[in-house]
């Protein structure tokens, strides 16, 4: 990820094998392929034996006299996230929505879905612009910090989430000088996603760290709300299995964690699916909503029922 180090966990059993900053070929970048560099991702790899020489961890710990993994790559044949679109015109004589999935480097996988509105422009520009907006903010803001190896979880999640916030931004303010000269009237909604690899979390029986913003409290107040058990499993529905509340993100790949963003503008919506259960993570912007009304007063505009 991020910060250029990781482990491999033996199949075998014993102590895991550390990989330094030089031991993937591809570095800080995201894996082209299905099966990358992700938490749980079989790989190989060459034994070096570092003697006594001295490699330092994320904590700048010695890892010293001991054997490290070189070269490490992804086996063939794995399958990793996958992403599906269905999208149609409704009652509109063309379809004015546009989408985006792309992989951004040091970052994750990101989606995105943009419904144009009086015409597709917009929902085009903001596909293709917003993407590479938020790896430069998030680069630029990395570099300001002297890289994210030193950083906690708690301040490199607020770092992406503020490149992001500042993409959004800046991708809007640029669209609007393009519109004013091209005379554009038309707008869109976003609804994004990045699914960011990389966190590391303690392994069991070291000290927990607090989890920052996250969607593991909502799913106790739905298990709450609807208070009865699924036919099939005799579990409360919402309810985290015990495998669920584990530490990593894979079962088998213990300490590492990809953490899910979302961000949004206008009445889009994202929904997580936990088995048969969803729950809704985004919240609409719609002139309803007091602070929706206040920021659009603000800026001039007025309200109307038509």
């Known amino acids: 990820g991020r910060r250029k180090l990781g ?154 989430s503020a490149a992001i916030s500042e993409a959004f931004e800046a991708t809007d303010k640029a669209f609007l000088v393009s519109a004013r000269k091209k005379e554009c009237r038309d707008g869109s909604t976003a609804i994004t996603c990045l699914v960011s690899h990389g966190f590391e979390v303690p392994l069991p029986g070291a000290a927990a760290v607090p989890e920052v913003g996250g969607v593991e409290a909502l799913w106790a107040k739905v298990a709450k709300r609807i208070g009865k058990a699924d036919d099939e499993s005799g579990t409360a529905v919402g309810t985290p299995s015990t495998s669920e509340k584990q530490a990593g993100t894979v079962a088998v790949a213990p300490g590492g964690v990809a953490k899910l963003f979302i961000a949004w503008c206008g009445d889009s919506r994202a929904v997580l699916m936990r088995g048969r259960q969803g729950l809704r993570i985004s919240e609409d912007h719609r002139p309803r909503r007091k602070d929706e009304q206040a920021r659009i007063q603000r800026a001039g505009g007025v309200i109307a029922r038509d």
């Open 7 to 160: 482990a491999v966990v033996p199949d075998g059993g014993g102590a895991d094998l550390f990989i330094p900053a030089q031991g993937a070929p591809n570095g800080s970048q995201v894996p082209p392929q299905p099966g990358g560099l992700f938490h749980g991702t079989r790989v190989s790899f060459n034994p070096v034996a570092i003697g006594d020489s001295k490699v330092s961890d994320s904590a700048g710990k010695s890892k010293g006299g001991q054997t490290v993994c070189m070269d490490v790559r992804p086996l063939p044949g794995q399958v990793g996230l996958s992403c599906g679109v269905d999208t149609n015109a409704g009652a509109k004589e063309k379809n004015d929505d546009r989408l985006a999935a792309v992989d951004l480097h040091e970052l994750g996988f990101f989606a995105g879905v943009f419904d144009g509105h009086m015409g597709h422009s917009c929902a085009e520009y903001v596909a293709k612009q917003l993407p590479p907006a938020i790896l430069t903010a998030y680069r630029a803001r990395a570099k300001r910090e002297g890289g994210v190896a030193k950083l906690s979880v708690s301040q490199e999640v607020n770092m992406i």
